[in-house]
C-alpha cells in the first residue's frame, strides 16, 4: 500500500497529506513561509498509509 506523509502545524488547524515522493517539495512550502512562522510552531509529519484511491478522494488543500 502506497505511503504517505501528514502534515500539521501547531500553530494552526488542519492537516494536509503529500506523496512521499513529494516530501522534499512540501518542507520546502513550509520553510518558504518562515515569514509566517512563530517561534515554537511544531511542524509534525506522520507516515501515513492508504490506497491512492483513499488519496485521490482527498479534499483539495486550500492553504492554511
Known amino acids: 500500500m502506497p505511503m504517505f506523509i501528514k502534515i500539521e ?3 494552526t488547524a488542519g492537516c ?3 506523496s512521499l515522493s513529494k516530501l522534499h517539495d512540501a518542507i520546502d512550502g ?3 513561509a518562515e515569514d509566517q512562522l ?3 510552531t ?3 509529519l506522520t507516515v ?3 490506497s491512492q484511491e ?3 478522494a482527498l479534499p483539495e488543500f486550500d492553504g492554511w
Do not use: K, P
Request: aromatic share 14%.
Open 30 to 32: 513550509e520553510w518558504d
Open 42 to 44: 511544531q511542524i509534525t
Open 54 to 56: 483513499e488519496y485521490d
Open 38 to 40: 512563530e517561534e515554537g
Open 9 to 11: 502545524r501547531s500553530d
Open 16 to 18: 494536509y497529506l503529500e
Open 48 to 50: 501515513v498509509e492508504m
